[in-house]
């Protein structure tokens, strides 16, 4: 019975360090993902509305569910959510989204603003935003997102409804030092182009 | 989860090591090869085809499904409301076929588990290791008296099954006066979409509201309460004067009549425990039961399926999965949603099963958004997680709920955006 004596070894001594329950009441990561597509798109991928979560930074993501959790974040339906899961959960699902390669939405957008925006965009948000939105340092995935979700979230964070971290306040407010408010518009459609 | 006696019986020395790794991982492995035949082609059949694919690409994926479209019922009270074209909510299965699922239209008429094979109504008959059935509802006709499915299809559509339905209810709609008045009955026992009927009433409502501001729609509960019926209400109260002498909706409990007992499609009248109504349009939602392929193979237990919620294999044959609707999830309601996540549980489950793993453990969600009005969505969202000793589905504590009572019209708006948002992903995610 060499099996007992590995299983044994495995579960009540070392190597894994977990009890029998704690390690099988984990789904797997893509079965965790797999959840979120019906609202947020196959792999991550939304065609609509609601933000697309592949290709995310996992750190991005993990912030993001904690937020909801807390209620740091105010949301709709994601504070409800988030709350279902652990953050052993939080972290394997941020590695699987961070994993897939987002598809960009296909949207109509206004091509003149897309021109100004992406003049915009290259003088205030692409240090932190890099490669036109698509590869963040920081932050979620901008370029090929829902502009109806960018418009929302926008207004959350000049509203105060979301917090700006201090490098994006700064850039906000330098950029409505010598633009009026019409440039966020700019911006959104400069990242609704991205496809 | 696997047993302590399981994981011996399955494992040997070294190859424990393995079969831990799968479990824990659970992406892409190698092939399993095999038949999985899929019967049915709604959300549950749809998504479990495409996903068993996607799972493993070794595995030969048939969809049995009769017909070369389907009409969503989610959103289709959007249809009835005038707010949305029937061809937004019709897909068919090209989608599923990109993804090398091969889909044959087609009536199945037998299931036999011992030999493991389905026949159909144009005699060919398919093989299977695996099947996964997700056949969706089935009304129970002669609940009320009077009532029958040739009335159904004649003067007193459900809509309950969207397509022709939807569009007959529809025309009523728009051929109804002025100061007409519109009867929805709810049906008894576990149905499809629970907020479906208050959604119904709210976008009619809406439509009256538009059109012919004199008329009414009454809701003839066979219930006393109902799913997010404090937000319904509060929605109605906003935008259909809920509550006052004008409203455009009014509500009769169980306990103040609203079961419906008959119904005369030449007067147009319905039989309340109380009153007798007489409309202009009758909407019956019969009770329901799981779709008749379950019965015929044997799959039910009362009016519903018995599944194992790990992996959606019948409790009645082995080999045999059932998930969507026609399941007795019960932990769950029976909504597009829970069929789609459902599907993708079940198909992870028979992708392992087939290449002889433990499957990994289920995780399961359910969000179902209701739209009161152009501008007013409402949801309710639930993480779900399983219990192994009891077999059951439940909700992860201290999580999920409805929209907040004291939600901004602006929080409302959003979710209106969202629910088509959601409309527009899950359906790419079945058929896409």
């Known amino acids: ?195 | 989860m696997i047993s302590r006696r399981n994981f011996i019986k399955l494992s040997g020395g070294a190859v424990a090591i393995g079969t831990l790794a799968g479990c824990a991982g659970g992406t892409s492995r190698s092939g399993a090869g095999g038949k999985v035949v899929v019967v049915g082609g709604g959300p549950g059949g749809a998504t479990a085809a495409k996903y068993l694919r996607m799972a493993d690409p070794s595995i030969e994926v048939t969809l049995i499904e009769a017909n070369p479209r389907y009409y969503t019922c989610f959103m289709s009270n959007e249809v009835l409301g005038g707010d949305r074209t029937l061809d937004s909510i019709t897909f068919g299965y090209d989608g599923l076929r990109r993804h090398g699922v091969r889909v044959v239209h087609d009536t199945v008429t037998q299931i036999d588990p011992a030999s493991r094979k389905i026949m159909t109504q144009s005699g060919q008959t398919f093989a299977y290791d695996r099947a996964i059935v997700s056949p969706g509802i089935d009304f129970k006709w002669g609940a009320i008296e009077g009532h029958s499915a040739e009335l159904a299809e004649s003067t007193i559509p459900h809509a309950w099954k969207a397509g022709a339905q939807t569009v007959a209810l529809h025309k009523q709609l728009l051929d109804m006066k002025n100061g007409g008045t519109v009867v929805i009955a709810t049906p008894a026992g576990a149905f499809r979409c629970p907020p479906g009927p208050y959604e119904r009433a709210s976008l009619i409502a809406q439509y009256l509201k538009r059109h012919k501001p004199k008329s009414k729609v009454i809701i003839m509960d066979a219930g006393d309460k109902f799913a997010k019926q404090g937000l319904f209400m509060a929605g109605w109260k906003k935008h259909y004067g809920y509550g006052t002498d004008n409203s455009l909706i009014e509500w009769v409990s169980a306990a103040q009549g609203g079961k419906v007992e008959g119904v005369d499609g030449s007067a147009m009248t319905v039989q309340g425990a109380v009153d007798k109504i007489k409309a202009d349009v009758i909407n019956i939602i019969p009770p329901q039961k799981a779709g008749k392929i379950a019965f015929d193979a044997g799959l039910t237990d009362g009016d519903w399926c018995p599944v194992n919620k790990k992996t959606f294999e019948s409790k009645k044959h082995a080999g045999i999965h059932v998930l969507g609707d026609a399941s007795n999830s019960a932990g769950m309601p029976k909504s597009g949603y829970s069929a789609n996540v459902q599907a993708k549980v079940c198909a992870m489950a028979v992708a392992d099963l087939m290449a002889g793993r433990e499957p990994g453990f289920p995780s399961y969600m359910n969000t179902c958004y209701s739209v009161v009005a152009e501008d007013h969505g409402i949801s309710v969202s639930i993480v779900y997680t399983f219990d192994e000793a009891k077999n059951e589905i439940i909700g992860v504590k201290g999580a999920g709920g409805v929209t907040p009572a004291d939600a901004s019209a602006e929080a409302l708006r959003r979710e209106a955006h969202y629910a088509h948002g959601w409309f527009a992903n899950i359906t790419n995610d079945i058929f896409g």
């Open chain 1, 1 to 195: 019975m060499g099996s007992i004596t590995l299983f044994k070894k495995m579960v009540f001594a070392g190597g894994l360090a977990l009890s029998g329950a704690a390690w099988a009441a984990t789904p797997s990561a893509v079965m965790l993902a797999n959840t979120c597509a019906a609202c947020h798109g196959t792999g991550g991928s939304s065609v609509a509305q609601i933000p697309s979560l592949a290709g995310a930074p996992a750190e991005y993501f993990v912030e993001s569910m904690k937020a909801f959790k807390s209620g740091a974040r105010k949301a709709t339906v994601m504070d409800r959510v988030a709350k279902g899961y652990s953050d052993e959960e939080i972290a394997l699902m941020g590695d699987y989204f961070a994993q897939q390669q987002q598809i960009p939405m296909k949207q109509s957008f206004d091509q003149a603003k897309a021109g100004q925006g992406k003049r915009l965009h290259d003088k205030f948000c692409e240090k932190c935003h890099e490669d036109g939105g698509r590869k963040p340092d920081q932050g979620g995935i901008l370029a090929g997102q829902s502009m109806t979700y960018l418009t929302f979230s926008m207004a959350d964070f000049l509203s105060g409804e979301r917090t700006m971290d201090k490098d994006m306040k700064k850039k906000v407010d330098e950029m409505f030092k010598s633009n009026d408010k019409s440039s966020v518009d700019a911006l959104i459609h400069f990242y609704g182009s991205q496809q």
